[in-house]
């Protein structure tokens, strides 16, 4: 039977005003219903705050109401049924507590990785090879796999991933199953193996090894025969995961030109190989990775890692949606994963080395940018450096790379809220294991929350002095999954709280960037989350004009 709620809203706001502390479910579902009739901006007692009394225990006063709310509370009136209730509960229950796997787990904490293009195309200057290529014109003059994980590792970058095999089909290790790669090429005379010298390199300086295996090959003669390229590239596939020791990603390329011949690739029998030889890698393009959707460095402003998979193999999430994980997409959210999203882009304008493109190497303020759009949005960077025709990362790569690393260290390299005295509105069971403080106390295994339910809450921060602050930086305890869809950042100017920064979603971690602001109190608004918020991490932190960081010697 439908229960109706034909509540007027200006009814709706008193009590959920009331139960902002009470924790009254299906107000907080009035809520979010009337939200999607565009009302929302008069629901959330914070976000039009400065209007309202909203003193705790205290009243709503009609007459501190936004002078438009009359006329957009008359146009929310709606009918709600239990069952849909119900069933939007339900959802959000269990969409809040979608979890990461392990490996996906230790992938995010990354944050930063590594792209290296290189195949014949660095020496004929293309971006996609066709297959005709002599492989005697792979001839590196000063290969030096070490060169380019000291540079990756300097730069803060967590893990390399390498083009084993690109488009056109050339292998960088000696393949067992065909002819076309090094072992073909002068270099080394023919004993040469790029993936062995970077996956020793990587070992060496303890960063982690990810491998690129183009299923797209305009060589091997047996592509378009679905079974036999399938049987050839699992065991290429198979050599590469077992003869180099630990793979931690292996990136599976979508991309296939129109000229390609027609044929189906096994992805379930692929991701079968992945699992087996190497269990802690995450599979691009498969279950635990996908495409941020484009190729220019930008995460969505709301990355949800949480999201309703299709029952294709390949390819479930159509990733250029813009919206992938509100409420609405998720739809019946009968197959919710944990999907998160890695943001590939080029140092450069190509993915393989061009020397007409060696002035044009990203600024830092696009780099920065970037970093702040991916890894600040809740997802993992990984920026592609091609080495040249010496087979080195060139020199101009290099110090735009080391420019960045400057600015970033000397950006995050004191966190101003560390030794804040903190205080929040509510804590789950007032037990002090999820109080305030767990935010700053520098541990990301501990967390601040409030009991299930309670989905607004705020955390403020006495810093002790006046701080001036320009970045704040946000993290969740996705451990146990991703929950918050609306927050807000104020600072008490000595008379009044006035925002200086709001965001969706957090995530993993989220930063934003902002005018320089001088306070001594800052508070965090949660408002709005799917379930509780859980907060392990929150920093202020500032950041110096570039060029006074770089000119420092
Ligand atoms: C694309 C490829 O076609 C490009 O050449 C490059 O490898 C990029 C990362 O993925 O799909």
Not at 38 to 43: G, P
Not at 217 to 238: I, S
Not at 412 to 420: M, S, T
């Amino acid at each position: 039977m439908k229960t109706r709620f034909y509540l007027p809203v200006h009814l709706i706001v008193v009590f959920q005003f009331l139960v902002t502390t009470a924790n009254c479910e299906s107000i907080s579902f009035l809520r979010r219903h009337l939200q999607q009739l565009h009302a929302a901006e008069c629901f959330s007692p914070f976000t039009q705050g400065k209007q309202w009394k909203l003193t705790r225990g205290g009243n709503v006063i009609m007459s501190d109401l936004p002078a438009y709310f009359a006329v957009d509370y008359l146009s929310a009136y709606d009918e709600v049924s239990e069952d849909e209730i119900t069933a939007q509960k339900d959802l959000i229950r269990r969409a809040a507590n979608v979890t990461p796997s392990p490996r996906q787990l230790a992938w995010q904490r990354l944050e930063f990785i590594a792209f290296i293009h290189f195949t014949v195309n660095t020496f004929t200057d293309k971006e996609w090879g066709d297959g005709t290529e002599d492989p005697a014109i792979f001839n590196p003059t000063e290969l030096d796999a070490r060169q380019w994980v000291k540079v990756c590792k300097d730069a803060g970058m967590k893990m390399i991933i390498l083009t084993a095999k690109h488009h056109d089909g050339f292998c960088l290790w000696p393949s067992k199953y065909t002819d076309h790669s090094v072992k073909s090429s002068p270099w080394r005379n023919g004993e040469g193996d790029v993936v062995r010298e970077l996956a020793d390199a990587c070992r060496e300086a303890g960063i982690k090894l990810g491998l690129y295996l183009s299923p797209w090959d305009r060589h091997e003669p047996t592509y378009g025969d679905t079974a036999k390229y399938n049987e050839f590239y699992k065991n290429q596939l198979r050599e590469l995961l077992t003869n180099y020791g630990p793979i931690h990603e292996v990136w599976f390329d979508g991309a296939k030109g129109e000229d390609a011949k027609d044929m189906e690739y096994d992805w379930l029998g692929y991701y079968a190989i992945v699992r087996e030889l190497q269990p802690d890698a995450v599979i691009f393009n498969g279950p635990d990775v996908r495409w941020v959707g484009n190729e220019r460095g930008y995460a969505r402003q709301t990355e949800w890692n949480v999201m309703n998979r299709n029952d294709k193999p390949f390819d479930f999430i159509s990733q250029l949606q813009k919206d992938l994980g509100s409420l609405e997409a998720l739809g019946d959210g009968q197959n919710l994963i944990w999907y998160p999203a890695e943001t590939d882009v080029s140092i450069r304008p190509g993915w393989f080395y061009h020397p007409a493109e060696d002035k044009r190497v990203k600024s830092l303020k696009a780099l920065l940018d970037i970093y702040y759009s991916s890894v600040g949005r809740n997802s993992v960077l990984l920026l592609n450096l091609p080495p040249d025709r010496r087979g080195l990362i060139h020199e101009n790569d290099v110090k735009r790379l080391q420019e960045l690393r400057k600015v970033l260290n000397a950006t995050f390299n004191e966190n101003l809220a560390l030794h804040a005295v903190i205080n929040a509105s509510h804590i789950k069971g007032n037990d002090s294991r999820y109080a305030g403080n767990k935010v700053a106390d520098g541990n990301e295994n501990t967390y601040w929350t409030t009991d299930d339910w309670t989905t607004t809450a705020r955390i403020e921060f006495d810093l002790g002095k006046k701080c001036t602050f320009n970045v704040a930086e946000l993290a969740e305890h996705i451990r146990i999954g991703q929950r918050v869809e609306e927050f807000i950042l104020e600072a008490w100017d000595g008379a009044n709280w006035k925002e200086f920064a709001r965001g969706t979603t957090i995530g993993y971690k989220r930063l934003l960037r902002f005018n320089d602001v001088t306070a001594e109190r800052v508070r965090l608004t949660i408002a709005k989350s799917r379930l509780c918020p859980t907060i392990s991490s929150f920093g202020l932190y500032y950041a110096p004009p570039i060029q006074q960081i770089i000119s420092e010697k």
